[in-house]
């Protein structure tokens, strides 16, 4: 039987809607929804490709046992007898040496959202690691030190600003991040027609630098001293104004005097910006009416992240942009969450505990995933001897491949939950596959916080899980159960679901039973999803009157709440409800930059990471490969190819401190004299590996340049831009 459903896209940020027409659990065609009120009929590659990933052929489907050194078709009470008999021990010896890797995908799924804590509540283990170490980490802890909550992060006004600077980022390409703007291409053109102006600060004249009115290819991982410049120009010529934002600001004064010695000719040499450049984009961005800058991965995977992402956030703060229309604007997420629900920050969720091999600090309650390999490869109490991976590939991902594809062997115990035999999930002992992609529910919970537009929609599930499939949220309690010594998922799912309710109620002002009658016969992430919808800021507070799953189920396309407004101070969570612009720890890193104001050194390569249109870090590789050869190759500026003796296809040797590949070279004069570029993600190579299409394709695995003992000292991210490399065709 033939059926058409709108489906929200779960690969990326964007979000956008889709309509997917199916034949049982066989994918016909997906379309973009034109009639979702969010994204308008936009829609990508990645989205439309939804069908290939659902059927590609090398996606596992069943569960996979170790056997005398091979992976076997197995039931899944096979597979979980088998988890019963490993990890109950280790847990109970030692709850951290088993850690947990939690991949992207499971950030874009719903079960995971609602039921991975249940999970890692029942191991008790800190050892905890996500891409999050290796992404946003620097603007998570910013936002918690300036507002109250890592996801707090107020998002650019791009529908109505009149100057928007990005730093770091190629929308056209990623589709965003830390910002849910389906649509991209088309608001950027919005804002040129208007008179508005687009200004792109990056190494690479990225296709959305390609579009922009103008380009500043600064020096990998000198962001922070280009904006510092900045500051010191607004600062020395009193162009400072803290709009609506005023009454809740601390520190503004001690921030911008701090800022006044980084003048631009100071500053210039070390970003490669010109002092002249520097200035005119200061009094551009102060005086016009309308203005917001916003940063991502490359202001954040680097050596000044921390200090790049404050200072972005000082910029719009110093200069009336934080909380006004055009502006820096936070979401208002329909179901609830960090910065809807009462209370504060009784912590900053920072370095409350430290890894146990190098002592790297704890953020958000995980460690820094460079560290992962140490912790399973070093002897002693304490080692890491399990491991858990969740959606996640950290033999392609993290730093130091090597040591991570060596440690991943020196392991007691792998579990992998995912849908493809990789560089990491070969080594598993037991793997547990996903069911059919449209068999569950889907609201962006998590990504509501950072919606250009207050909008709430839900994607139902569109086909059963297939015989022999289980939905992802029996796998995490059926898990839980094991590492608790029992229950059931039927128990679990109760016990959740009553702590839920109370909470919600809590917050609503009625009693638990009332919040428990008025969800019905719901069960499972329905349920859940209807307790946070009607608790939260458009809910119908269990009155019928408002915002319920049963209003979405009503409203395919989604229901539009209007735009982001003014929320200040209601969205503070720090302790004082007020906003410190000037934290300590990162006034005192300043420092460091005062003792990097060199221009770097002559003929030096810096390699950065660059985004890929069909691509989702590793995990789309195999079922959308890419068109062209050298969307994988290595881009280099055709000057610095002439002075070494490279041309257009040579096989070249790109060596670093922590290793070296071998890949193609593509002539390049988009990339920045000094800088060289790679993708994310790629090399997929290993005896047992099931990736038919990403195998055969060129690219070559960047993290193998990526040294995991090199971090950004403050949240120990690794430094994935701006690495010294050399390039020499290969012997």
Known sequence: MTIT?????????????????????????????????????????????????????????????RHGGELREASWDEAFARIAEHLPPLVAHDPNSVAVYTGNPAAHQLDYTLYLPTLLGALGSRNLFSPASLDTLPKNLVCSLLYGTPLGMPVPDLDRTDLLILIGTNPLVSNGSTICAPGMDRRLAALRRRGGHLVVIDPARTRT?????????????????????????????????????????????????????????????????????????????????????????????????????????????????????????????PGGGQTTWPGSMRGLPFDRWRSRVRGMPEAMGELPAACLAEEILTPGEGRVRALITLAGNPARSLPGSANVERALGELDFLLCLDPYLNETTRHADVLLPPPNLFSHGHIDLTLNHYQLR??????????????????????????????????????????????????????????????????????????????????????????????????LEAAPDGIDYGPLGPRLPDVLRTPQRRIDLAPALLVEDLERVRRSLDPGVEGELLLINRRQRRGMNSWLHNALPHRDDAESALHMHPTDAARRGLVEGDAVV?????????AALHLDDSVRQGVVSLPHGWGHTGAGVRLTHAAAAPGVNVNALVDDRHVEPITGIPIFNGIRVTVGVAR
Request: charged share 25%; proline share 5%; net charge negative.
């Open 5 to 65: 459903a709108t489906r929200i896209c779960p690969l990326c940020e964007a979000t956008c809607g889709l309509t997917v027409e199916l034949d049982g659990p066989r994918v016909l065609s997906v379309r973009p929804n034109r009639d979702d009120v969010f994204s308008e009929g936009h829609a990508c590659a990645k989205g439309l490709g939804l069908g290939a990933v659902e059927e590609d052929p090398d996606r596992v489907r069943t569960p996979l046992v």
């Open 654 to 662: 790109v060596e670093s401190a922590a290793g070296r590949v071998t």
């Open 209 to 333: 630098a390609e579009v922009a009115d103008s380009h500043l290819a600064v020096r990998p991982g000198r962001d922070a001293h280009l904006l510092l410049g900045m500051l010191s120009v607004i600062a020395a010529e009193g162009l400072d104004s803290l709009g609506n934002a005023a009454p809740h600001l601390d520190g503004a004064a001690e921030v911008l005097a701090s800022a006044l010695e980084f003048t631009p000719e100071r500053v210039a040499p070390a970003c490669g910006i010109s002092a002249v450049a520097i200035r005119d984009l200061a009094r551009r961005f102060a005086t016009a009416r309308r203005a917001v800058v916003h940063s991502r991965i490359g202001t954040c995977a680097q050596e000044f992240g921390t200090l790049a992402n404050w200072l972005v956030e000082v910029l719009n703060a110093v200069t009336g942009r934080l909380d006004a229309v055009g502006g820096a604007l936070f979401a208002t997420p």
């Open 454 to 551: 207050n909008v709430a929609r839900w994607s139902a599930a569109a086909v059963e899980p297939a015989p022999g499939e289980l939905p992802d949220w029996h796998q995490l309690l059926r898990l839980a159960a094991i590492l608790r010594g029992g229950g059931t998922v039927e128990s679990l799912d109760e016990e959740i679901a009553t702590r839920a309710a109370r909470r919600a109620a809590t917050l609503v002002g009625v009693d638990t039973e009332t919040a428990l009658r008025a969800v019905g016969a719901r069960r499972g992430p329905e349920r859940l999803v209807d307790l946070r919808l009607r608790s939260g800021p458009y809910g119908d507070r269990f009155t019928g009157d408002g915002l319920s799953l049963a209003a």
